[in-house]
């Protein structure tokens, strides 16, 4: 029982949690899944080339290679934030932001539905069941938002709460 541990088995819980729904990309037509990752986005890939006349590779930098990382959608990111532990040998605390970030062309402006849904699901699920992964217990205190700037066709909310696991025990050696 580590906050390593335990955020590997909330990425986990997310997917399962999301399997049955399907966004829209910015690359395609096909509707995806969510992509989920621990603690943040990919780093994007740099473009390299190689000129044939010398051997050496140059990296270019553009604005759009460290955007593409934030409007490839859909994502979840699991977040720990922080964390707390009271006493010896208490509980351990773990704040934990859950981030999404979908894409959503609609002309009506919608895609903070599909982002009320996501956040709903992950209330729903601890609300229901506060135990992940046998051992890591939901506090059951949440907060959410959504953006608060316009960010057509791009959409970006949260959830947080925190979650309690029993710590290290001493040994008696007797």
Known sequence: ???????????????????DMLFQNPGGEELIKLSVFAQSLPIPEKKQDVDAREDYQSIEYSVSDTEDAVFNCPWCIVKLGGGSIPEINGYQHIEVVIGFGIYNPDKDNRGHEELLNLIQRVYQRFACDPLLDRQYTCRGEFEWALQD???????????????KFMGYRREMIY
């Open 1 to 19: 029982m580590t906050p390593l541990f335990f955020q590997k088995a909330l990425v986990e819980e997310i997917k399962k949690i999301t399997s």
């Open 149 to 163: 700037e316009d960010t057509y066709p791009y959409y970006f909310g949260a959830i947080t709460t925190t979650f």
